[in-house]
């Protein structure tokens, strides 16, 4: 007789998770069997909230529970397959901890087809059919299973929320709308959603175009990438060939000079060695005539000496004239002097030349720039951290609040001695360098300046041209006395504008715009600079006076 299957060993048998026979079958602390793979999947999901349960008696575990695994319960599962038990097909139908259960079945919950908005109640294929078969129970709102239903009673009356409170922008049932909110403007959930349903439309349309548009630029880009980096090969490929010409030049020019110098040093060597050998002629001759005088001066007959005296032959003009003096060594030094003060000036070009190329090739733009932002959401977008550089610090000024907060001191801070700090002006630095779009705020006091620089501003000196501003490498806001004054290059000038506790900066740097805003509820445009930056740029501050501060703020 064939073997009856039991439904009840099939349930027993079954991981409550996949609805399917245990595999790999292990157990929780609270006692629960499941499948590994599935018990660990439901884990991984639930990490993320910190905490974790048990699918069927819902008890957490903190932390993760340790799997063990049901050696008797796997045993106990291979021998059943072994007599034909397999999990039934009818058992996918059953609620999972990951479905909606029917709100109307007992014992073994199915799976709930559909939930109803009017009877706030969720049934499955079986119980929903009276919603399709009862006239008043077909005009219910029909949805999606939702575990959320209760979110659509009111907590004070207990009632459907059917109506929509525009004042206040919440879902109300209608004796909100008779009591709190009497006088405002209340209309139906269905006519809000409508107005609701054709806005998201227009925005779906605007969505849609724009998907549309950009999927248009995208199929532009490769070409436009392809373009861009051909056009950037050849600059580099022309440069090279420029730059090897360039060196062939000097090269040239190099050998024409040594040409010149190994001929000329030939020349005068040999003019050397001519002139070696007439003065060496003449010693001989010399000494001979010397020699003859010496003879005649030793006779000591006189009459043969007076016979003698007057058939001495005069004595010629020297080829090495008293006046003759050789030179010092120094020949061919004006020669390299010369050299030098090429290259020093072919220093000077490149120098000029060089920064010029890359300040071109920082402009090349081939995308079409974002417009400057308008709005201090906009504003926000490119919001920058900044800490301050205690290595540039001057002595009286206290950094904290993590090194965002300046404060002028009476008392000297012990800090290292470091080429970076401001040693006369009470100025400090930022950490950070700042290309690109930049923005940031800064809550000022009483006597204080915000400034951007390059960070090779000079420190030493006590003028004041080494202070913010008041050179052509940094730029300044000065909020002093509820007035604020621009200052670059030593020339103030005053600005009007809504004077405020916080200063905005924004910094397109390879735009060449710097602008200060005083900020409040609204944002006010101070000063706005248009310039060209050649290097990258750091925030500033300096104080005037002890107890003045400015804290960097956190926007983020």
Known sequence: MEQQENPLDRERFSCSICVDLLKDPVTTGCGHSYCKSCINTHLDKEEERGSYSCPECRQTFTPRPVLEKNTMLADLVEEL???????????????????????????????????????????????????????????????????????????????????????????????????????????????????????????????????????????????????????????????????????????????????????????EAGRVRELQERLEQEITELKRKDHELKQLSDTEDHNKFLHNYPSLSPLSDSTHPSSFRIRPLKNFEDVTAAVSQVRGRLQDILSE?????????????????????????????????????????????????????????????????HPDRFPYWYQVLSRESLTGRC?????????????????????????????????????????????????????????????SSRVGVYLDHSAGVLSFFSVSDTMTLLHRVQTTFTQPLYAGVYVYCSGSTAEFCKLK
């Open 353 to 417: 030349t060089g920064t010029e190329i890359l300040q071109i090739v920082s402009r090349v733009d081939v995308l079409l720039r974002q417009p400057e932002p308008e709005t201090r959401a906009d504003f926000l977008r490119y919001s920058q951290e900044i800490t301050l550089d205690p290595n540039t610090a001057h002595r009286r000024l206290l950094l904290s609040e993590g090194n965002r907060k300046v404060t002028g001191t009476i008392e000297e801070q012990s800090y290292s001695n």
């Open 81 to 267: 397959k072994k007599t034909g038990l397999q999990a039934a097909p009818a058992d996918h139908c059953c609620a999972g901890p990951q479905n909606v259960a029917c709100d109307v079945c007992t014992g073994r919950k199915q799976k709930a087809l559909n939930s109803c908005l009017v009877c706030l109640a969720s049934y499955c294929e079986k119980h929903l059919q009276p919603h399709f078969q009862s006239a008043p129970l077909k005009k219910h709102k029909l949805v999606e299973p939702s575990e959320k239903l209760h979110e659509n009673i009111c907590s004070r009356h207990d009632e459907v929320m059917k109506m929509f409170c525009r004042t206040d922008q919440q879902c109300i049932c209608y004796l909100c709308s008779l009591e709190e909110h009497k006088d405002h403007d209340t209309v139906s959930a269905a006519a809000e959603r409508t107005e609701r349903q054709r806005e998201l439309g227009l925005r779906r349309q605007t969505i849609q175009q724009r998907v549309q548009d950009t999927e248009k630029d995208v199929k532009l880009l490769p070409q436009e990438e392809e373009a861009v980096n051909g056009s950037a090969d050849k600059a580099v490929e022309d440069s090279e060939e420029i730059f090897t010409e360039m060196i062939r030049l000097l090269e040239k020019r190099s050998s024409d000079v040594e040409q010149q110098i190994r001929s000329q040093q030939e020349t």
């Open 439 to 499: 923005y940031w705020e800064v809550e000022v006091g009483v006597a204080v300046g915000v400034a951007v620089t390059y960070k090779n501003i000079s420190r030493a000196g006590n003028s004041l041209q080494y202070q913010f501003g008041s050179n052509d490498k940094s730029w300044s806001l000065c909020c002093v006395v509820n007035r604020y004054n621009f200052n670059y290059n030593n020339i103030w000038t005053p600005l009007s504008g809504p004077v």
